[in-house]
């Protein structure tokens, strides 16, 4: 089985829902304190033993790319203050062995439309597609898992995890599958958004994927979907038609950052988790929050 060594990061949406602090900074480099929220799926990617990273940028995303370019000038100034350590984190956020290429979707087509521009730079390889919204958190991260799982399943592997009823028809839904000795689900369609009484499952796909070049061509000839756009997932939809895609359970905890709830759960749980930070914070909350559970008034 080929070794799946590039990731696409689909990164080109306006984030619209983070207006106006979007309007001139990419969505993607929001901080969750210190680090953009692109990195961390950067950094998953690479420690799934990816070695391309391949981002599919807009018109307004140059500052992507800056962040992952070398800047010897800052590099240079925190080496004549003292500052070392700070020249290293900025020189590694993308390590020696790792290459970016960056390619433009010209029009705001669509997921699937996203995925379909990153093919010159793919070939004919198997790739990882990772959503830098969905930002994940554990021991196990879902990349590392969706490459181990292609190793046995050949063919296009989705993370999922079960969902509140309610929420369905914010995710791509599966339509129900067995699950086999390895722990993979046999998926047989995925509805997108379905209303609450439509849906055929509670089981979810998220922001995680591998797939074989042939994507490609199932995305070059898809008619447009919901809201007129390719939609990657009429295309899952279509391969696991043709029994040609799996799923397995999301084994990290997500953080749905293109919310601004979830944004903000993930900048506190990261905050709690922090050494430097967690004292304080705890300390702060404890004195914002009365007995019966209510938020103090600012005094």
């Known amino acids: 089985m080929p070794k799946i060594t590039k990731a696409v990061f689909p990164v080109a949406g306006f984030g619209t829902r983070f207006l106006p602090a979007t309007k001139a900074m990419p969505k993607e480099l929001l901080p969750i304190i210190d680090k953009p929220i692109v990195q961390f799926a950067v950094e998953e990617a690479i420690d799934a033993g990816i070695t391309e990273l391949i981002f599919v940028t807009g018109r307004n995303k140059r500052a992507v790319g800056d962040h992952f370019d070398t800047n010897l000038e800052l590099e240079n100034q925190l080496l004549s203050k003292g500052k070392p350590e700070l020249r290293d984190m900025v020189r590694n956020i993308v390590p020696q062995g790792v290459s970016c290429i960056f390619v433009r979707q010209p029009e705001p087509l669509g997921l699937g439309h996203a995925v379909l521009c990153a093919a010159p730079a793919v070939g ?149 988790r922090d050494p430097a930070y967690s004292a304080r914070l705890v300390h702060y909350l404890a004195g914002r929050i009365d007995g019966d559970g209510h938020t103090k008034e600012n005094r």
Request: overall charge negative.
């Open 124 to 272: 004919n390889e198997p790739f990882a597609v990772l959503l830098a919204d969905d930002l994940m958190h554990g021991p196990i991260l879902p990349t590392s898992s969706l490459v181990e799982a292609f190793t046995k399943a050949g063919h296009a592997i989705l993370s999922v995890s079960e969902v509140e009823p309610q929420d369905v028809s914010k995710y791509g839904i599966l339509k129900g599958g067995t699950q086999d000795e390895n722990g993979l689900i046999h998926v047989k369609g995925l509805v997108e958004k379905p209303k609450q009484e439509d849906a055929p499952s509670n089981m979810a796909s998220f922001g995680r994927y591998v797939f074989t070049s042939e994507v490609f061509d199932i995305l070059r000839n898809l008619k447009p979907g919901a809201g007129g756009e390719i939609q990657l997932a009429d295309a899952i939809d279509l391969l696991a038609s043709q029994g040609k895609v799996s799923a397995i359970l999301n084994p990290s905890t997500r953080y749905d950052c293109g919310d601004k709830f979830g944004y903000l759960t993930a900048i506190v749980d990261f905050a709690l």
